[in-house]
């Protein structure tokens, strides 16, 4: 074999790139052929650019990217879509909104394929909106988060609050304004979590604040937790709806107070909250309001309070004036009833002593005769008698008088033997110390004073020496 015949190849066609892309392009054009068709995806990218409009489109499921395409909306489009969306368009157009909308295929030998978007449907947003909206609305009643809130205790003056909000917008703005500015003077103390209200993350972030505001709660008493969004297009409250929201708001055991958008708009936070106003300056008005209302009843009840104690003193007093009359009477009538009775006791004791007197003469009287008869009854023998026996017993009483006599004259004369004056004629004296006598030399001290009687003086002298007994 050759090597010419090792060396050759098959035959093949070889294109240029820009014969590729327009064979790609005539066959779009071949197979779409300009029409429209309705596309759903979700936007992961949205970028304006002088008069022209920039998307990544994407489809996901479970986390993993499905589809992926580049979208554009030209000049006359996006002023068109503009118009129809109205106060929607930044709500619907933005990273992690799902659309739906009319589109053609695009294939560009530089930029390769696209679709140019014509129409977004407002309607089908809405309503996938809603569906959800019942959806979730479904699992809080099957779950019992509606009332659960509500059962929360309200102070009567909720006067510590902590508010979620976005700083600076118009709501937690005139919120604020509204509550210090009462017409009443009342003071709130108000704590402030800042927390994203708006766009995809918006449900995360609120859930985040409940759950910071919940802890405190659990640190220092708080009356209410205050969630506050101003009013915008629907899609701006579509966060509102989230089942994690609601199941949170739900579980707070503190109450939670919300005003979110207008007056003709309710999210899902509405019907699981405490209390739900319209708006955030509602929600101001209703905290002062429940004070003002409060204050009434406290002055209501005060002087229904007075009256009734007012009453009561003037009863009391009418009650005093007669116990004061009782008191002023009632002595003086026991006085002359007691002094009646003292009266009546004192005629009856005396008439009861002079009737014991009487009988006590009368019976005097009768032992005086019967002695008077016993006496004159006694024989002479018998006086003589009884004269003899008074003699005798007068001559022995006179005897025994007269021993005894003798006897203490014998006494008396031991005495004067033995007494101090004849003991100290007979060369005896007494020492004293302090006027008291010694008779025991162990009784006195070195350098005590003792005085020594004689029967003629005394003598003072002063201790020097002393010699014990002999044992």
Not at 59 to 64: F, I, K, L, V
Not at 429 to 445: Q, W
């Amino acid at each position: 074999m050759s090597s010419e015949g090792l060396n050759a190849q098959p035959q093949r066609d070889v294109y240029p790139l820009s014969k590729v892309t327009k064979a790609v392009s005539q066959m779009l054009d071949d197979r779409a052929g300009g029409k429209r068709f309705w596309v759903r995806a979700e936007i992961s990218h949205f970028q304006i650019k002088g008069k022209y409009a920039y998307l990544d489109l994407v489809e996901e499921q479970d986390g993993q990217r499905l589809a992926f395409l580049k979208g554009t909306i030209w000049a006359g489009q996006l002023q068109a879509i503009r118009k129809a969306l109205g106060k929607e368009f930044d709500e619907v157009l933005k990273p992690g909104r799902e659309i739906v909308f009319s589109a053609q295929m695009a294939f560009n030998a530089v930029w390769g394929f696209s679709l140019n978007i014509q129409e977004i449907d407002l309607d089908a947003l809405l309503g996938e909106m809603e569906r959800r909206r019942k959806a979730t609305l479904e699992s809080l009643q099957k779950e019992g988060c509606i009332g659960r809130n509500a059962r929360e205790s309200l102070a009567p003056v909720p006067q510590r609050l902590i508010l979620i909000g976005s700083k600076g917008t118009a709501g937690f703005t005139d919120f604020l304004a509204h509550l210090e500015g009462n017409e009443f003077g009342y003071a709130h103390d108000v704590g402030i979590i800042d927390a994203q209200v708006q766009g995809v993350k918006a449900a995360k972030a609120l859930v985040a604040a409940l759950l910071q505001a919940g802890r405190a709660a659990l640190k220092t008493p708080v009356d209410a937790v205050v969630l506050l969004r101003g009013g915008g297009a629907k899609l701006d409250l579509d966060a509102f709806n989230d089942l994690s929201l609601c199941r949170t708001i739900a579980a707070m055991e503190v109450p939670v107070i919300v005003g979110v958008g207008h007056e003709t708009d309710q999210t899902l936070v509405d019907v699981v909250a405490h209390t739900a106003c319209k708006t955030p300056t509602a929600v101001a008005s209703f905290i002062v309001d429940r004070t003002a209302r409060f204050e009434s009843e406290v002055g209501i009840e005060a002087q229904r309070i007075a009256a009734e104690s007012q009453a009561q003193l003037a009863e009391n007093r009418s009650h005093l004036g007669q116990y004061a009359i009782l008191i002023k009477e009632r002595p003086l009538t026991m006085v002359r009833t007691e002094r009646g009775s003292l009266h009546s006791g004192a005629n009856g004791v005396v008439r009861r002593t002079l009737a014991l007197l009487s009988e006590q003469r009368t019976l005097i009287g009768g032992v005086r005769a019967g002695l008077s008869a016993v006496a004159s009854g006694i024989s002479d023998a018998q006086k003589r008698q009884i004269e003899h026996i008074g003699s005798q017993l007068r001559t022995e009483v006179q005897r025994q008088l007269k021993q005894h006599e003798e006897r203490v004259g014998s006494v008396k004369g031991t005495l004067a033997l033995l007494g101090p004056g004849p003991t100290l004629k007979r060369g005896f004296s007494v020492t004293r110390k302090e006027g008291h006598a010694v008779s025991d030399a162990r009784d006195l001290a070195e350098g005590d004073v003792i005085v020594t009687e004689f029967a003629q003086g005394s003598v003072s002298s002063v201790v020097k020496t002393i010699t014990p007994p002999k044992d």
